[in-house]
């Protein structure tokens, strides 16, 4: 089984280029205004805003029925039914276990989230060059499973930061979050301002607050079927929380390329016009 979408009618069927793969609808009119900033002073408004730096991450929830399936194969390794192989030693973790996820499990999670990989790919290829792009007509998106595995942490694990090599993007999706973490941190007894407990935190680069402030990282508290998408190189972290119970999560390392699919010579990325 392999993942592939031509998605050159997706593309170009609606103008823009990028849309929202739940509903379709175009995104939000402020990335655009990364693409093509209108540098007027818009009536009733102070002015506008642009943030075009940096790397994007992107975000949408798992299927319930995708969360089971890998729940129920995590458990199954966990309860010896039938073991996976260790993914430890290519890892930082300092978790419990980060058992393997066979590679035909791990093209089904890029088959559920195809559109929305392809659609984060067109995203952070038009941020770079500031134009809406898409693949070219007779191309397709093709991403490759590196390498997947489940991460269990529970109590005082932890995972030090680090960014993922050997790959293009990686992706972290939670599977089980015990309710106790967000009560460590509500009821944090060193500090319960900016507690940390159990938190994934991306680190791009230095955070400012004297002078003028400028965010360096972002924090997100996990929930179960979320699902992150971001660059390998964006450097990441975990923190150790208190409480009873597994955090489960799973990451993966992808590569992506664009394929021909008809013999045609399509160039580079194609400009996406209205
Ligand atoms: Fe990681």
Redesign the pocket.
């Known amino acids: 089984m392999t993942s592939q979408y031509d998605g050159s009618d997706r593309y170009k069927s609606t103008g823009d280029g990028i849309y929202d793969p739940k509903d379709g609808a175009p995104v939000e009119k402020g990335e655009l205004n990364i693409l093509h900033p209108q540098r007027i002073n818009p009536p009733g408004l102070p002015g506008e805003f642009y943030t075009p730096f940096g790397p994007a991450v992107g975000y949408r929830q798992l299927s319930k029925k995708l969360i089971r399936k890998l729940n129920k194969i995590c458990d199954n390794h966990a309860k010896g039914r039938k073991k996976l192989e260790s993914h430890a030693r290519s ?3 300092k978790v419990t276990e980060e058992p393997e996820i066979p590679k035909d499990i791990a093209l089904e999670v890029i088959d559920e989230l195809y559109e929305f990989l392809c659609t984060y790919i067109a995203l952070v290829k038009s941020r770079e060059i500031k134009q809406n792009v898409g693949p070219p007509p007779g191309t397709k998106f093709t991403f490759r499973p590196v390498s997947a595995w489940f ?1 269990r942490q529970y109590a005082n694990d932890y ?1 030090p930061i ?3 090599t050997g790959c293009n993007m ?1 992706c ?1 999706g939670y599977l089980k979050v015990p309710p106790g973490i967000a009560l460590d941190r509500k009821k944090d007894t060193k500090n319960d301002l900016f507690s940390s407990h159990g938190l994934t935190e991306f680190v791009f680069t230095n955070g400012t607050f004297d002078t003028l402030p400028q965010a360096g990282n972002y924090r997100i508290a996990p929930e179960v079927g979320d699902f992150w998408v971001f660059p390998a190189t964006l450097q ?3 923190y150790p929380f208190k409480t009873k119970g597994e955090r489960r999560s799973f ?1 993966m390392n992808m590569n992506f390329d664009m394929e021909k699919i008809t013999p045609q010579d399509t160039g580079g990325w194609q400009e996406m016009k209205g």
């Open positions: 890892l930082i973790g991460v995972n680090h960014i993922h990686s972290i990441h972290q975990v990451s």
